[in-house]
């Protein structure tokens, strides 16, 4: 049986690269002319492996992006074709216009699913709207101010590293739990940590921290065999094949769902439970039914039958909201710290206003004043803009489209092109980061990180430009249906951390070189440690 399965799955990978093959060779496209990085292998493409896609292909990326512009051929996987896209115009058409039509391709959404279930992440068409209508109310700014108690929690929950022994701290793992027990508490109404020293790690956090990098090492893998695997058979059957495969990493992914669902199933049959009881049940619960996830499962008790959420879906959306959550925002709070340690004028700064603000408030600062200390929102805006989490993402054309520009680009054949034909089926990778550091937007000095910009009028370039990114010109947060639901809970979270860290704590580097890989979420790493475990080691001193 395995024998026969993996012979059929290889006949049909063999049999889609050589279609792909003649293809390529005898039917042209429009893309053709687009110029772009010249392909180095038929089997890797310009080097979308290893080049584009690679953990240290930050000069790879700022290369590209002076030589070819903001619309760039990639030759991909077997000679496919791809547009890695940042001009303002072009980006409008495909996260806002024309966002039913340039989706997220069936491969990702199958992953997505696969491994998370039927949320946010892996979704799309309807059933991605009605989820999407459920819970844009929770995640609003009326929301976000009235949760009344959000703030103490992040508050109390932040407090607990005032506890950590000083010296030398590996500051990736504690944004990790800080991030993971933040979204826990105020997301779940769930305590994964408590945040001390000898704590030993909950399953949830492990499980949601190495499904990334598992993943990762499985990109080529998957991009070629998860379609065809997935329409062979029963999930039932899937799940067998999967048992029997002796493929390690494979088995992680898979263990790693089991994780993510039975804890799920266990958090949701709780308030479920505590929701049947009553309010004085859910005042004794964790978040005190304030939660994320209390509010939506009432919301979901009171919807119409057309409108509501299966429980599946409800379950699917906790394991989303931690794996989407965690990883991000501990990435942006370990990048942010580092920043600071580096930039010792710019720490001191933020230290004066932050200890100005608390002494006229006479303690912690609610919602309305801590979102709007002004050096504080500039330096998270400035690190979240030159450092997004995520560099780029893909989406892919349901359909024939034209897709305009803002400006004209110049074709392989020197011809003038003000709008391109995007084939059916054609991937798009969206630059996040190239959108976020364009010179032509963002002024000469955009590969720098300076605070100070979001205190001065911004570029009228910029302003002009009119993307489509949800927050404040940036793409970090992506636009339109699929922009990041939760991007202002994560600058709450974000300033929350950093307003006690640094009121308490100051911050400098070690000795060791740190490098930052480009993976699916951008990590640290120390050059020359033997570990591949993502790690940032800071200085830490208390402050008189």
């Not at 068409?125 to 009235?146: D, T």
Request: glycine share 6%.
């Amino acid at each position: 049986m395995l024998i026969f399965f993996v012979e059929a799955l290889a006949l049909y990978v063999i049999t889609w690269g050589l279609w792909r093959t003649f293809h390529q060779r005898f039917f042209k496209s429009a893309l053709d002319n687009i110029a772009g990085p010249p392909a180095k292998s038929f089997w890797k493409g310009t080097s979308v492996f290893p080049e584009v896609f690679n953990n240290n292909a930050w000069e790879f990326h700022r290369e590209m992006a002076e030589k070819y512009g903001s619309i760039i051929k990639i030759k991909g996987l077997l000679g496919t074709t791809e547009l890695y896209v940042f001009d303002p115009k072009a980006l409008h058409h495909i996260l806002i216009k024309d966002q039913y039509i340039f989706e997220r391709p069936t491969r990702a959404i199958k992953l997505i699913k696969a491994v998370l279930g039927e949320g946010l992440l892996g979704t799309r068409g309807e059933q991605h709207r009605k989820q999407r209508k459920m819970l844009n109310p929770v995640f609003s700014i009326a929301h976000m101010r009235n949760m009344g108690k959000s703030i103490p929690i992040f508050y109390d929950i932040t407090y607990k590293n005032a506890n950590l022994t000083l010296s030398q701290i590996e500051v990736m793992s504690w944004m990790a739990r800080t991030a993971l027990e933040l979204i826990g508490q105020s997301g779940l109404g769930y305590s994964f940590d408590p945040l001390t020293e000898d704590a030993a790690p909950h399953p949830f956090s492990e499980a949601v921290k190495n499904l990334g990098p598992t993943l990762s090492k499985m990109r080529i893998a998957l991009a070629l065999l998860l379609l065809p695997f997935s329409r062979i058979g029963t999930p039932r059957f899937q799940r067998f094949v999967i048992d029997i495969l002796p493929w390690k990493n494979l088995h992680e992914i898979r263990d790693i769902s089991d994780v993510l669902y039975n804890t799920s199933v266990e958090i949701f049959e709780s308030k479920k439970k505590a929701l049947a009881e009553g309010d004085e049940a859910l005042a004794n619960q964790i978040g005190q039914g304030k939660d994320i996830m209390s509010i939506l499962m009432r919301a979901n008790m009171t919807a119409s039958k057309e409108e509501s959420l299966t429980r599946d879906e409800l379950l699917a959306q906790m394991s989303t909201l931690m794996f989407a959550a965690m990883d991000t925002t501990s990435s942006a709070l370990t990048r942010l710290l580092y920043l600071l340690a580096t930039h010792q004028d710019v720490q001191d700064k933020l230290r004066k206003e932050i200890k100005e603000a608390k002494e006229a408030e006479g303690g912690d600062l609610p919602y309305d004043k801590l979102v709007s200390l002004p050096y504080l929102d500039a330096i998270c805006r400035e690190t979240l803009r030159l450092h997004p989490p995520v560099t780029m993402i893909r989406r892919k054309a349901q359909q024939d489209i034209v897709l305009p520009l803002s400006n004209p680009i110049k074709g392989v054949d020197g011809q003038e092109i003000q709008e391109i034909f995007i084939p059916n089926n054609t991937n798009v990778l969206v630059g996040i980061m190239a959108s976020n550091r364009n010179p032509e937007l963002w002024g000469p000095d955009a590969l720098e990180w300076k605070p100070q910009r979001w205190l001065e009028p911004l570029p009228e370039t910029l302003i002009h430009a009119h993307l489509p990114g949800i927050y404040s010109h940036l793409m970090t947060f992506l636009g339109g249906s699929r922009a990041c639901i939760g991007f202002k809970f994560s600058q709450l979270e974000m300033k929350v951390v950093v307003l006690l860290l640094i009121e308490s704590f100051r911050f400098s580097p070690t000795k060791k070189e740190i490098a930052w890989q480009m993976t699916g979420i951008t990590t640290p790493i120390v050059v020359g440690s033997k570990s591949e475990v993502p790690q940032l080691p800071l200085l830490v001193e208390r402050v008189a």
